[in-house]
T-cell receptor
Framework: AQSVTQLGSHVSVSEGALVLLRCNYS??????LFWYVQYPNQGLQLLLK??????LVKGINGFEAEFKKSETSFHLTKPSAHMSDAAEYFC?????????????FGTGTRLLVSP | DAGVTQSPTHLIKTRGQQVTLRCSPI?????VSWYQQVLGQGPQFIFQ???????GRGNFPDRFSARQFPNYSSELNVNALLLGDSALYLC???????????????FGSGTQLSVL
């Protein structure tokens, strides 16, 4: 069974500081990996997606993530945090071999950005 | 183009009642998936429908059912509501049945269900 573990339910940074949100995955087959962001009272917006084409994936709003198979990690980073980045972030994994589309999400990390 | 639309946005029910949630996918998308997001947790997969057929089911009781219509819109039904069914129910659409390199899964804003 596939799963993801997000380390840290809350991460606090100052505006302009580096953002690092951690995600480790478990999958018996080559995975698709995703980062989604959720703003209050809204649905999920895709930040980026790993599909095996490149280990460093660039997404929207200046975010990027690096796939490290040896560490089974897919951490999300942003060089400089903005106040508008404050939200809940979810890492998710999908099985590339299954005949249907199912994302398994982590428990989420709430990013707090202080001025 | 309109995104994934869900209705209603909020709903209050009492234990034992039945509820129907609705979802309209992005135009051209034939796959609709449903997820349950309990407060403080990540979304959990309930169902996927593609071309009006159930293609995948998560670990949810038979009280949960769904269907997809010829226009690819979908309904999620929950019978005999329990307090634990209180959650944000998210609908997602995509063009195909399987995850692939090129496609994305687009989520709606959800229906907040409160069971009293």
């Amino acid at each position: 069974a596939q799963s993801v573990t997000q380390l840290g339910s809350h991460v606090s940074v100052s505006e302009g500081a580096l953002v690092l949100l951690r995600c480790n995955y478990s999958s018996s087959v080559p995975p698709y990996l995703f980062w989604y962001v959720q703003y209050p009272n809204q649905g999920l917006q895709l930040l980026l997606k790993y599909t095996s084409a490149a280990t460093l994936v660039k997404g929207i709003n200046g975010f990027e993530a690096e796939f490290k198979k040896s560490e089974t990690s897919f951490h999300l980073t942003k060089p400089s945090a903005h106040m508008s980045d404050a939200a809940e972030y979810f890492c998710a994994v999908s099985d590339s071999m299954t005949g249907f589309q199912k994302l398994v999400f982590g428990t989420g990390t709430r990013l707090l950005v202080s001025p | 183009d309109a995104g994934v639309t869900q209705s209603p946005t909020h709903l209050i029910k009492t234990r034992g009642q039945q509820v129907t949630l609705r979802c309209s996918p992005i135009s051209g998308h034939k796959s609709v998936s449903w997820y349950q997001q309990v407060l403080g947790q990540g979304p959990q997969f309930i169902f996927q429908y593609y071309e009006k057929e159930e293609r995948g089911r998560g670990n949810f009781p038979d009280r949960f059912s769904a269907r997809q219509f010829p226009n690819y819109s979908s309904e999620l039904n929950v019978n005999a509501l329990l307090l634990g069914d209180s959650a944000l129910y998210l609908c997602a659409s995509s063009p195909r049945v399987r995850t692939s390199d090129k496609e994305k899964l687009f989520f709606g804003s959800g229906t907040q269900l409160s069971v009293l």
